[in-house]
């Protein structure tokens, strides 16, 4: 039986013109993890990194916190990286206030007063988010891999992970939020691309899910735990 913990990336620069960066409260997040797998004297077998900057930041910090002989060298999978949905939403964007009334309220809100911006366009991305994961919003763009294409990479990494086990009981997998609420979906046999999605929302910055795999299956066995972080240090986005 192998045990692996899926790693979700550390804050990364929100609102910022290169989202895909790891802010300075990101990077201490990914060290305090780093000091967590020291203290507990916690070991990995195998390492995987999705391909994101932001995941491999948040790799690297983590690691610099243990003792050189318990690093790992890790393997990059294209399939670990993140869905399209920021581009997907981008694309629509002008659209959005047809589909959804009360948009154009939230966006009003974010014109008279700045400090609502993060948390409008927090819940405009939501609500759009559950339908394009549905696959009620198609969004045909050259710039945006389809949902559904996007889960098969999901599930080929996944499968890819599986068949490089042998043997190995400890493996840890640097990826996003969209990617491991995708993986419990696999594990816990579920479709619906809302629930995904609200799965998504809950998912905190380098939280720890963790999974068993055998012969007898694909199981969830924790979701999200953040036995490293104080209260400050918690964010989702």
Do not use: C
């Amino acid at each position: 039986m192998s045990k692996l913990v899926f790693i979700r990336h550390a804050q990364a620069s929100y609102m910022s013109d290169d989202y895909d960066n790891l802010s300075d409260f990101g990077i201490e997040q990914s060290k305090s993890l780093g000091r967590y797998f020291n203290k507990e004297g916690i070991r990995f077998d195998q390492v995987f990194v999705g391909p994101l900057k932001r995941h491999a930041q948040t790799f690297n910090h983590s690691m610099e916190q243990l003792p050189m002989n318990n690093r790992n060298e890790p393997v990059f999978l294209d399939g670990l990286k993140e869905h399209n949905g920021p581009e997907a939403l981008r694309v629509k964007h002008n659209e959005i206030q047809d589909i959804y009334p009360e948009v154009e309220g939230w966006r009003r809100e974010m014109d008279l007063d700045p400090t609502l911006k993060h948390r409008n366009s927090l819940r405009i991305f939501r609500l759009f988010m559950a339908d394009w994961m549905d696959e009620k919003i198609v969004v045909d763009h050259p710039d945006v891999e389809p949902y559904d294409q996007w889960k098969k990479g999901v599930k080929a990494a996944v499968d890819t992970i599986f068949q490089s086990l042998q043997g190995r009981e400890n493996v840890a997998v640097y990826t996003s939020g969209g990617t491991i609420g995708s993986v419990i979906g696999i594990a816990l046999g579920l479709e619906n691309g809302r629930t995904i999605a609200n799965l998504n929302d809950s998912i905190r910055n380098t939280s720890l899910s963790h999974f068993h795999y055998s012969e007898q299956g694909f199981n969830v066995l924790s979701f999200n735990e953040i036995p490293h972080l104080t209260k400050e240090q918690i964010t989702f986005v």
